[in-house]
């Protein structure tokens, strides 16, 4: 995968999710995915309108949006058709199978009626996938595992992502990827395991361009480091867009994810050995 182009990737994979971000990603030559955290609708759908021309994918915490109703989820649906992107609800579900089936599916927020990705953490085990599967895949959606984080001291390393890995490979119907700082393809495999053409999408925070940090123990890192480097896929980008939130400086926002847009086009052209 690292070295193939989106649309050849999108042709083999199994997981209608992965095919769709894969597609999209190829349309609109965009592997950036902008993280809208704020607490606002008017400021949330704003940025997204925004930013839509220029991104694959839009990532929400819907749960810190503070003027909430299903009217932003309307709205937010016709901004992905309008601008054609995906949207991943950023949930992080990390409870019994039975607890986040009903997380998932219901309350407030349905994620589940809106959301194609959605993800969660390994920690409870298998049974985490099988909960979000029972609501998740008659829809066609899709789940990404948290096999790393971006965070200063993260503990998800060594045989906790290994672990990671090999639940996500014993329900690829279902989990397409993870969210991790580098590629997965082979980790924690044994020599039973048929890994020869797997291909889980990488989706990445912890990027900027502008600052190595912040105060709260977030690092990031760069497109060309990212992609490039470490081979992922979608870099995720949030303050690096938008900077402290507030009111929207539409033309600054669009120039940000213009901007991101480039540098994680061409990261990802050097991967493949494509001159920009
Ligand atoms: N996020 C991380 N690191 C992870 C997992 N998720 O930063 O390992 C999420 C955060 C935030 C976004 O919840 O929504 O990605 C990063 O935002 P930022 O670019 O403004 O730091």
Same mark, same amino acid.
């Given at each position: 995968?690292?070295?193939?182009?989106? +649309?050849?990737?999108?042709?083999?994979?199994?997981?209608?999710?992965?095919?769709?971000?894969?597609?999209?990603?190829?349309?609109?030559?965009?592997?950036? #995915?902008?993280?809208?955290?704020?607490?606002?609708?008017?400021?949330f759908l704003n940025i997204i309108d925004t930013?839509?021309?220029?991104? #694959?994918?839009?990532?929400?915490?819907?749960?810190?949006?503070?003027?909430?109703?299903?009217?932003?989820?309307?709205?937010?649906?016709?901004?992905?058709?309008?601008?054609? !992107?995906?949207? !991943?609800?950023?949930?992080?579900? +990390?409870?019994? @199978?039975?607890?986040?089936?009903?997380?998932?599916?219901?309350?407030?927020?349905?994620?589940?009626? $809106?959301?194609?990705?959605?993800?969660?953490?390994?920690?409870?085990?298998?049974?985490?996938?099988?909960?979000?599967?029972?609501? @998740?895949?008659?829809?066609?959606? @899709?789940?990404?595992?948290?096999?790393?984080?971006?965070?200063?001291?993260?503990?998800?390393?060594? +045989?906790?992502?290994?672990?990671?890995?090999?639940?996500?490979?014993?329900?690829?119907?279902?989990? !397409?990827? !993870?969210?991790?700082?580098?590629?997965?393809?082979?980790?924690?495999?044994? =020599?039973?395991?048929?890994?020869? =053409?797997?291909?889980?999408?990488?989706?990445?925070?912890?990027?900027?361009? =502008?600052?190595?940090?912040?105060?709260?123990?977030?690092?990031?890192?760069?497109?060309?480091?990212?992609?490039?480097?470490?081979? #992922?896929?979608?870099?995720?980008? *949030? /303050?690096?867009?938008? @900077?402290?939130? *507030?009111?929207? =400086?539409?033309?600054?926002?669009?120039?940000?994810?213009? /901007?991101?847009?480039?540098?994680? $086009?061409?990261?990802?052209?050097?991967?493949?050995?494509?001159?920009?």
């Amino acid at each position: 995968p690292r070295t193939q182009t989106y +649309a050849q990737r999108a042709a083999k994979n199994p997981n209608a999710a992965a095919r769709a971000l894969l597609e999209v990603i190829e349309r609109k030559k965009s592997n950036l #995915c902008v993280s809208v955290d704020v607490t606002k609708r008017d400021e949330f759908l704003n940025i997204i309108d925004t930013v839509g021309p220029y991104v #694959c994918l839009i990532k929400t915490h819907v749960d810190i949006i503070e003027d909430f109703d299903l009217s932003v989820i309307e709205y937010l649906k016709e901004l992905s058709a309008k601008h054609d !992107f995906l949207i !991943f609800e950023d949930r992080k579900f +990390a409870d019994i @199978g039975n607890t986040v089936a009903l997380q998932y599916s219901g309350g407030v927020h349905k994620i589940a009626s $809106w959301s194609h990705i959605t993800n969660a953490h390994p920690v409870p085990g298998p049974s985490i996938i099988t909960g979000l599967a029972s609501v @998740g895949k008659p829809l066609g959606r @899709g789940l990404l595992l948290l096999a790393e984080m971006s965070t200063k001291g993260s503990l998800a390393t060594g +045989a906790y992502t290994e672990e990671a890995v090999r639940m996500a490979r014993a329900h690829r119907d279902f989990v !397409f990827g !993870f969210i991790a700082q580098r590629r997965m393809d082979g980790v924690g495999a044994t =020599d039973t395991d048929d890994v020869a =053409d797997e291909d889980f999408l990488i989706l990445t925070p912890g990027v900027g361009l =502008d600052s190595r940090g912040d105060a709260m123990g977030q690092q990031y890192r760069t497109p060309k480091e990212v992609v490039t480097e470490s081979g #992922c896929d979608v870099i995720i980008v *949030g /303050r690096g867009i938008y @900077g402290k939130g *507030g009111s929207v =400086d539409v033309q600054a926002v669009q120039a940000q994810a213009e /901007r991101y847009r480039k540098e994680g $086009w061409a990261a990802y052209l050097e991967r493949i050995g494509q001159a920009p």
